[in-house]
DNA sequence: TAAACGATTAGCT
DNA sequence: GCTAATCGTTTAT
């Protein structure tokens, strides 16, 4: 992971941009950068939603508990759990506060031209966690300064495609995944095409 | 208080 | 393809 601390090109996205159904902010997060200052970062290949209402795979399917309480805030909160003991995955908070919905982020791709990371990709949402070094303290903060974490629209518009979620037995079949069409850093490809 | 369970990954068959 | 690693949260006694 690069130590570039320059800010890469575009604009920072704000409240603003998350402040909708996590259905319609994780396709348009595709393509923007994830960056850390003095740490690196990447183009975001690779997300999944996680809704409000009729999802049993969300968290805050049952309600608001002690992990969860970061789903109800702000739109561009941050929201960090441990998956399986072992990684930190990192998800921004969507819709108003108060309505409990994230989006996963799960894999970046580096990028080449020297504006943020370093050309190394991070697949999967443990690597990616690992890489840009979330914390579980994060969680609560919102984007920017107070976390260190940003997430840049620097104008790119890949081809977004859609399919089922990843590693979940419940609400498995619904197709809240969203990746960059013409990326190689996106887990599980084989699902996609056959579906199973 | 106890037990079960993961929004995963690496390593081995 | 299959499983161990690993630990905080949740759910059940």
Redesign the pocket.
């Not at 795979?57 to 805050?60: F, G």
């Not at 999967?124 to 990616?128: C, E, I, K, N, S």
């Given at each position: 992971m690069s130590t570039e601390t320059a800010f890469p090109p575009g604009r920072p996205l704000g409240p603003d941009f998350f402040a909708r159904s996590p259905d319609r902010v994780a396709p348009d997060l595709i393509g923007k950068v994830l960056w850390s200052p003095g740490v690196g970062g990447g183009r975001l290949t690779e997300v999944?939603a996680?809704l409000p209402m009729d999802d049993p795979?969300?968290?805050?399917a049952?309600g608001p508990?002690?992990?969860?309480v970061a789903?109800y805030g702000r739109p561009g909160t941050i929201?960090v759990?441990?998956?399986?003991?072992?990684?930190y995955?990192l998800?921004l908070v969507t819709d108003r506060e108060g309505v409990a919905s994230?989006v996963?982020i799960r894999a970046m791709e580096g990028l080449e031209d020297g504006r943020a990371g370093d050309g190394v990709s991070y697949c999967?949402?443990?690597?990616?966690g690992a890489a840009l070094g979330i914390r579980p303290e994060l969680s609560g903060l919102p984007l920017g300064p107070e976390s260190g974490v940003y997430v840049i629209d620097d104008g790119s518009r890949p081809r977004v495609g859609i399919t089922t979620?990843?590693?979940?037995?419940q609400g498995a079949a619904l197709p809240l995944r969203y990746y960059a069409s013409d990326s190689a850093c996106v887990?599980r490809r084989s699902a996609i095409q056959g579906g199973t």
């Open positions: 999944e996680y795979a969300s968290h805050a049952r508990t002690r992990r969860n789903m929201y759990f441990l998956s399986y003991g072992v990684h995955l998800n994230a996963l999967g949402p443990g690597r990616l979620r990843v590693g979940i037995t887990t």
